[in-house]
């Protein structure tokens, strides 16, 4: 079974940056898409980035031009570097890959934007 692993959040001042990593852990042949969702409380999940194994990527409007999404295939890993943070920013991250074409979540990381 497959688990993604997830680390780097925490609390930041607005401006600031933080950079989330997400590790796939298991017999992994090859995961097609690696990608961060956030969920902000009273708030539905919504995709920040996502990218192809071949590095085609997608990005949330709110986040284009401040956060980047990049991967590391030989590690398995998918990488968030988050840029110009702002507190509309907080939420809890999570990890999502499709390793073997089965969607899986990672445990999820706190990211706190002060203002």
């Known amino acids: 079974q497959v688990q993604l692993v997830e680390s780097g959040g925490g609390l930041v001042q607005a401006g600031g940056s933080l950079r989330l990593s997400c590790a796939a852990n298991g017999n992994i042949f090859r995961i097609n898409n690696m990608g961060w969702y956030r969920q902000a409380p009273g708030k539905p999940r919504e995709l920040v980035a996502k990218?192809?194994?071949?590095?085609?990527?997608v990005y949330l409007d709110s986040v284009k031009g401040r956060f980047t999404i990049s991967r590391d295939n030989a590690k398995n890993a998918v990488y968030l570097q988050m840029n110009s943070l702002k507190p509309e920013d907080t939420a809890v991250y999570y990890c999502?890959?499709?390793?073997?074409?089965?969607?899986?979540w990672g445990q999820g990381t706190q990211v706190t934007v002060s203002s």
């Open positions: 999502n890959a499709d390793p073997g074409g089965t969607w899986t």
């Open positions: 990218m192809t194994y071949d590095g085609s990527t």
